[in-house]
């Protein structure tokens, strides 16, 4: 029997559904094209497919919640913007109604729409010196019609007014500030003490907390080579060892007169002038300067080198779905982590009644020391055990990394060697995809001795896997080179979990028996909204580039090749996103820096929470691992019979790799498209487990091909193909 609150919401719920609530199919259809957001974008932000969006406009079904509500308030907030007969549809020659950012109608389940900012806005009587008393920003409207860019699903119900404008602005030599949706603003500023009272007072830029016990991020203003040199602002860093000026340069000198801070890093690429919060208000800017390299180039490709307004645009995507950029791209990721899961939040004492800073349950609270095998060989635990000179083994440090493994060319079969093509595939954010429900430790680590093995504890683990044999035509699992371990060495949790379910699953003549273990308590998926964020990024972005989950396999290969052709901002949101995710987990781990470090000392970042090589191990362990389950359900789906019992051997038909490199693997192939090799069926699905064409992570998309003499030529030479495959690219070792 139905409780009478069930009853009751079921009554309303009928009543509801009677309702005409939404507006008719047609004017659905016209208050989409009015805002420019194509059926496959509007799908992506409601989690649904294009055909059902379809299907909504033509009236052949309705939404149900809590898609309907959704749906109804974005529709509701169209319509407010877009009313019948007014406004144009993006891409036609008409001026756009309202350049500025308007406030989403819509929940936080149904993202607002921006538009974004044209390539080469007109700005019409540029500012060449500021007036005695600074004026209210002037907005000017773009010279031509935006293209749509649709937000992540988790963006803010509406627009803040202390954030109408956005997040960031550029500033250029004439004083233009570009910002989100095209809007570019007057600034008078010539100062960086001016620029940062004027941004804090008349701008109105920033970005909301992502979590409610977090910090509003903080405006950050992004300097052309001219706004620099407004500014007074030197064309190139004269010392290229510590990337910053001299405190007796004259902006440091102004800044310092005006009762403004700078960090300890100082006034570098990225810099932070400040005052000490008073109370909840906080007084910050941050500043990037274009002239001395703050946008590498490695994470954002060409950006630096786009006009003012559509660099605005670019960093306002990746603000809007990743965070406002505040350093680099590995920064950003991991303060990403804080801002999802702060610290720390207010909490009232019982005994005093005042309020305290207490814990956020499942955050990273305080720093924690890691266990000696887990850090670097600068950290004070490693030099306080080895010598400077002494290179430390398998059974004393944890070396948990990426593959980097090649086969010996004498294993290449005749079939293999028959083929024409080497194809190569590549892991959709492979560390991104491993951190997804990962348990990570929270506390500090603990030393026990000959422990049982639990897969739900975190931990580093020193045990002996040297007994599991495997096909020597694969990698091993336990080792970044592929060979197989010759005694006991240290693994992270995830690696000897798959060391367990190898010799249960293939009933394999091993025992996991660890030595000894540094284990931590509390264990949680302390990255599953770091994955979550990311993720929704990646796809809306990849979306936007018109490679979405409705794809076909053919047609997912067709899309891909040149999908960043078409918008070149976009391309560079993307790379700075897969640079998030790298770069935020190679600095759990982030080493020392600075000529005047000395080995066995402390350095600044083991005092935050997020300093954990354990964290930083355990999600490249999971990734490593992912890729060697693939490998081998990959090559059993490819097999005539199954895998011979005690051991894990292949047929010599088996798909097998040639060489693996981090998130791409190289297979020999008779055709050159990855269709040719992966095992898909007459149906058109995948095996089981085995490699996939698709756009989440997780899933692979075509690397490159080659012909197979060119790889096994690389073999012969020990170098490794995947590397290579698609032209010269870095090792990807998250770092």
Same mark, same amino acid.
């Given at each position: 029997?139905?409780?009478?609150?069930?009853?009751?919401?079921?009554?309303?719920?009928?009543?509801?559904?009677?309702?005409?609530?939404?507006?008719?199919?047609?004017?659905?259809?016209?208050?989409?094209?009015?805002?420019?957001?194509?059926?496959?974008?509007?799908?992506?932000?409601?989690?649904?497919?294009?055909?059902?969006?379809?299907?909504?406009?033509?009236?052949?079904?309705?939404?149900?919640?809590?898609?309907?509500?959704?749906?109804?308030?974005?529709?509701?907030?169209?319509?407010?913007?877009?009313?019948?007969?007014?406004?144009?549809?993006?891409?036609?020659?008409?001026?756009?109604?309202?350049?500025?950012?308007?406030?989403?109608?819509?929940?936080?389940?149904?993202?607002?729409?921006?538009?974004?900012?044209?390539?080469?806005?007109?700005?019409?009587?540029?500012?060449?010196?500021?007036?005695?008393?600074?004026?209210?920003?002037?907005?000017?409207?773009?010279?031509?019609?935006?293209?749509?860019?649709?937000?992540?699903?988790?963006?803010?119900?509406?627009?803040?007014?202390?954030?109408?404008?956005?997040?960031?602005?550029?500033?250029?030599?004439?004083?233009?500030?570009?910002?989100?949706?095209?809007?570019?603003?007057?600034?008078?500023?010539?100062?960086?003490?001016?620029?940062?009272?004027?941004?804090?007072?008349?701008?109105?830029?920033?970005?909301?907390?992502?979590?409610?016990?977090?910090?509003?991020?903080?405006?950050?203003?992004?300097?052309?080579?001219?706004?620099?040199?407004?500014?007074?602002?030197?064309?190139?860093?004269?010392?290229?060892?510590?990337?910053?000026?001299?405190?007796?340069?004259?902006?440091?000198?102004?800044?310092?007169?005006?009762?403004?801070?700078?960090?300890?890093?100082?006034?570098?690429?990225?810099?932070?002038?400040?005052?000490?919060?008073?109370?909840?208000?906080?007084?910050?800017?941050?500043?990037?300067?274009?002239?001395?390299?703050?946008?590498?180039?490695?994470?954002?490709?060409?950006?630096?080198?786009?006009?003012?307004?559509?660099?605005?645009?670019?960093?306002?995507?990746?603000?809007?779905?990743?965070?406002?950029?505040?350093?680099?791209?590995?920064?950003?990721?991991?303060?990403?982590?804080?801002?999802?899961?702060?610290?720390?939040?207010?909490?009232?004492?019982?005994?005093?009644?005042?309020?305290?800073?207490?814990?956020?349950?499942?955050?990273?609270?305080?720093?924690?020391?890691?266990? *000696?095998?887990?850090?670097?060989?600068?950290?004070?635990?490693?030099?306080?055990?080895?010598?400077?000179?002494?290179?430390?083994?398998?059974?004393?440090?944890?070396?948990?990394?990426?593959?980097?493994?090649?086969?010996?060319?004498?294993?290449?079969?005749?079939?293999?060697?028959?083929?024409?093509?080497?194809?190569?595939?590549?892991?959709?954010?492979?560390?991104?995809?491993?951190?997804?429900?990962?348990?990570?430790?929270?506390?500090?680590?603990?030393?026990?001795?000959?422990?049982?093995?639990?897969?739900?504890?975190?931990?580093?683990?020193?045990?002996?896997?040297?007994?599991?044999?495997?096909?020597?035509?694969?990698?091993?699992?336990?080792?970044?080179?592929?060979?197989?371990?010759?005694?006991?060495?240290?693994?992270?949790?995830?690696?000897?979990? *798959?060391?367990?379910?190898?010799?249960?699953?293939?009933?394999?003549?091993?025992?996991?028996?660890?030595?000894?273990?540094?284990?931590?308590?509390?264990?949680?998926?302390?990255?599953?909204?770091?994955?979550?964020?990311?993720?929704?990024?990646?796809?809306?972005?990849?979306?936007?580039?018109?490679?979405?989950?409705?794809?076909?396999?053919?047609?997912?290969?067709?899309?891909?090749?040149?999908?960043?052709?078409?918008?070149?901002?976009?391309?560079?949101?993307?790379?700075?996103?897969?640079?998030?995710?790298?770069?935020?987990?190679?600095?759990?781990?982030?080493?020392?820096?600075?000529?005047?470090?000395?080995?066995?000392?402390?350095?600044?970042?083991?005092?935050?929470?997020?300093?954990?090589?354990?964290?930083?191990?355990?999600?490249?362990?999971?990734?490593?691992?992912?890729?060697?389950?693939?490998?081998?359900?990959?090559?059993?789906?490819?097999?005539?019979?199954?895998?011979?019992?005690?051991?894990?051997?292949?047929?010599?038909?088996?798909?097998?790799?040639?060489?693996?490199?981090?998130?791409?693997?190289?297979?020999?192939?008779?055709?050159?498209?990855?269709?040719?090799?992966?095992?898909?069926?007459?149906?058109?699905?995948?095996?089981?487990?085995?490699?996939?064409?698709?756009?989440?992570?997780?899933?692979?998309?075509?690397?490159?091909?080659?012909?197979?003499?060119?790889?096994?030529?690389?073999?012969?030479?020990?170098?490794?193909?995947?590397?290579?495959?698609?032209?010269?690219?870095?090792?990807?070792?998250?770092?």
């Amino acid at each position: 029997m139905p409780t009478e609150r069930e009853a009751l919401f079921a009554a309303v719920d009928a009543l509801l559904a009677g309702e005409p609530a939404l507006p008719p199919p047609g004017e659905r259809s016209r208050l989409r094209k009015a805002a420019g957001v194509p059926q496959s974008k509007l799908a992506a932000v409601l989690q649904t497919t294009v055909q059902t969006v379809k299907n909504w406009e033509s009236g052949r079904s309705e939404p149900r919640e809590p898609k309907r509500e959704a749906y109804r308030r974005l529709l509701e907030g169209w319509a407010a913007r877009f009313p019948d007969g007014d406004g144009e549809v993006a891409g036609s020659a008409g001026p756009v109604a309202t350049p500025a950012p308007q406030p989403s109608a819509g929940p936080a389940t149904a993202a607002a729409v921006v538009a974004a900012a044209p390539p080469a806005p007109t700005v019409a009587n540029p500012v060449g010196s500021a007036p005695s008393a600074p004026p209210r920003p002037v907005a000017k409207k773009p010279a031509a019609n935006p293209a749509p860019v649709s937000l992540p699903v988790s963006a803010p119900a509406a627009v803040d007014p202390a954030f109408a404008h956005g997040p960031l602005g550029v500033l250029d030599g004439d004083g233009s500030l570009y910002c989100a949706g095209g809007l570019v603003l007057r600034c008078p500023a010539t100062t960086v003490p001016a620029l940062v009272e004027w941004t804090l007072a008349e701008a109105q830029l920033g970005a909301p907390r992502l979590h409610r016990f977090g910090k509003d991020s903080d405006p950050l203003v992004v300097l052309t080579a001219g706004g620099a040199e407004r500014l007074g602002l030197p064309a190139r860093l004269e010392d290229r060892r510590s990337m910053r000026l001299p405190d007796g340069h004259k902006v440091v000198q102004q800044i310092t007169r005006a009762k403004w801070q700078l960090t300890r890093r100082g006034f570098g690429p990225w810099a932070k002038v400040y005052r000490p919060a008073q109370g909840q208000q906080r007084q910050c800017v941050q500043l990037a300067v274009l002239p001395w390299d703050a946008l590498d180039a490695r994470s954002w490709g060409s950006a630096a080198q786009l006009p003012p307004a559509e660099l605005a645009r670019v960093l306002s995507v990746y603000a809007a779905r990743v965070l406002t950029p505040r350093g680099s791209t590995a920064v950003a990721g991991l303060e990403l982590m804080t801002a999802l899961r702060p610290p720390t939040r207010a909490v009232r004492d019982d005994t005093t009644g005042a309020w305290v800073s207490g814990p956020v349950p499942g955050s990273l609270t305080a720093p924690v020391d890691a266990a *000696y095998p887990e850090v670097p060989d600068e950290h004070p635990a490693a030099a306080a055990l080895f010598a400077r000179t002494h290179e430390r083994t398998p059974a004393e440090v944890l070396d948990e990394e990426a593959f980097d493994w090649i086969r010996d060319p004498e294993l290449l079969t005749d079939a293999e060697c028959a083929k024409r093509y080497a194809v190569g595939v590549d892991v959709n954010t492979a560390f991104l995809a491993a951190a997804n429900r990962l348990p990570v430790g929270l506390s500090a680590p603990a030393h026990v001795t000959a422990p049982r093995f639990d897969k739900q504890v975190p931990g580093s683990w020193l045990v002996d896997l040297s007994e599991i044999e495997l096909d020597p035509r694969l990698p091993s699992p336990f080792t970044p080179h592929g060979r197989p371990p010759t005694g006991p060495a240290w693994y992270a949790t995830p690696t000897v979990a *798959y060391a367990q379910e190898l010799v249960d699953t293939y009933r394999l003549p091993a025992r996991i028996e660890p030595i000894e273990a540094f284990v931590r308590t509390g264990a949680g998926p302390y990255l599953d909204p770091w994955y979550k964020h990311l993720a929704d990024a990646y796809k809306a972005t990849m979306a936007d580039l018109g490679v979405t989950a409705e794809l076909s396999p053919q047609q997912f290969l067709a899309v891909m090749d040149g999908h960043k052709d078409g918008d070149p901002g976009l391309a560079a949101v993307l790379s700075a996103i897969k640079s998030t995710v790298k770069g935020g987990i190679g600095k759990l781990r982030e080493r020392p820096q600075g000529a005047a470090y000395r080995p066995g000392e402390r350095w600044p970042a083991l005092e935050r929470p997020t300093w954990r090589p354990d964290i930083r191990a355990a999600v490249i362990s999971a990734a490593r691992i992912n890729m060697h389950r693939k490998l081998v359900k990959t090559a059993l789906a490819t097999q005539t019979g199954p895998a011979p019992a005690g051991r894990l051997e292949f047929g010599p038909d088996a798909l097998l790799p040639v060489a693996v490199l981090s998130d791409c693997v190289v297979y020999p192939s008779a055709g050159p498209s990855p269709l040719d090799v992966l095992p898909y069926d007459t149906a058109g699905k995948p095996a089981p487990g085995a490699f996939r064409l698709g756009v989440s992570p997780g899933m692979v998309k075509h690397e490159g091909t080659r012909e197979l003499f060119w790889a096994v030529e690389l073999l012969e030479q020990q170098h490794n193909p995947a590397r290579h495959i698609k032209g010269d690219r870095d090792e990807d070792d998250g770092e």
